[in-house]
């Protein structure tokens, strides 16, 4: 590193930590060469860091921003009793590109507005990596946090810097879109294009795109259990109608961070198979998902976490999308517990779960014998996930002895590629002995079932 590079560096953290966590601060990394090919010319970086950096900088854990988010939001989330411990941690609040802070088209003074160039999630990340090493000098970074866009950040970083973090906290996430997430997208960049080519004024595009966020940010529940017949008036015109536009995040910076989230998927370099890319990922990860998130369906991520037999904490709450401000204690407390544990080998499962709360996946068949007609395995299995959101087909591969009774179950991919991770939890209260053939036993028949509600039982 050059004597220059040092001086930098230096500044850049000591500036940090005087005033970090009241001042607005940038990086200029220069050039950056993007994924589509184009050059992002004098690009900047935003942030602010929380906290101190300790000694040998083991306890640096960058926190990318949401869509439409900026490291200023992120302050209400920092702190003890928060999401991520500034009393432990040096955490630095990541400004995502065409955010309105970091360049983006709206401030770009060489390429703003449709000059801007496309950007993907990897240019984000990448961005953020060259300011962390050029710019402030570090080799390794300890942790990771990020919620929706911020999540697909972090988990693009851990594919791409495999050897750069140790843990990350990839919440309301994704590894890449499903068919849902893409509908929402596509109908929401659709609407924005064709209001912009019938003149209409960034006033209505706003009114609009406030309409589709409310829509889809919480569920159904949460709007008739929280919204009152009589004052749904008055929530229309405070947060749709006349809600202040941001003043940052212009238009042309949504429609830039939306399609950086329409091209994302952390599959495309390993031949979109999510068994290949699990086997590069060497960071320990902790997913945080809600069964109600209507906006980033959280079937992507629950099939990369059985992959990874990684930490999820799955919940149950109506506010969908926002489900990790409905129980922040909660997932505060969960995530600086995994943030202060030692880390171990990667997605191991932890002796302090809570079995009705984390999904760890475990081998099936090192279970003690157990006696029950594979009818009976049936349907219980039915009436267990009649009130369940997630209604998937999910294939189990068991042994069954000649006289019918269940012997060993192997969890299979089924007709879609997520294996529910619910119905895994019910598999594991079962119990099943080694399938492997005992000398002197019966032949026995290896067959495949489907475990899904048929009609008949549902209406019974």
Known sequence: MTLFRKFLTFTLILTSILFGQSV????????????????LRNCTVGYKTFGELNADSSNIVIYPTW???????????????????????????????????S????????????????????????????????NFGFKHIYAIVGGSMGSMQALQWIVSYPDFIDKAVPYVATPRRSSYDMLIMQFRKRMIESYKELGASDDLINIMI????????????YIVENISHEDFDKFIDEKIENREPSKTFTIENHLAQLNAMESYNIYKN??????????HIKTEVFFILNK???????????????????????LD?????????????KCGVEINKFLNQVVKDNCKKSETQNPNEFISITNFCKMPEMIKPLEEVQKDFYKFTDSLLFQKRIYVRVSVDTTGTVRCPEIILGATPLIDSLALEFVKTLNFEPAERREGEKVRTEITIPLVTPKILRQN
């Open 24 to 39: 607005q601060q940038f990086a200029n990394i220069g050039d950056l060469k993007l994924e589509s090919g184009e050059t």
């Open 67 to 101: 869509f439409a988010g900026t490291a200023e939001q992120i302050t209400g989330l920092i702190g003890q009793n928060k999401l991520v411990d500034d009393s432990k941690f040096y955490i630095i609040a990541i400004d995502a590109l065409a955010n309105g802070v």
């Open 103 to 134: 360049t983006s088209p709206s401030n770009s003074e060489l390429q703003g507005g449709k000059d801007f160039p496309k950007i993907a999630i990897t240019d984000m990340v990448n961005s953020q990596y060259k300011m962390l090493t050029e």
């Open 210 to 221: 406030s309409y589709t966020t409310q829509l889809f940010a919480r569920s159904p529940e």
């Open 270 to 279: 390993f031949n979109n198979s999510v068994s290949e890319t699990a086997k």
């Open 292 to 314: 109600t998130d209507h906006l980033v369906n959280p079937a992507p991520a629950l099939e990369l976490a059985n992959e990874l037999n990684c930490k999820v904490l799955l």
């Open 317 to 329: 709450n109506n506010c969908g999308h926002l489900g990790i401000g409905c129980e922040l204690k």
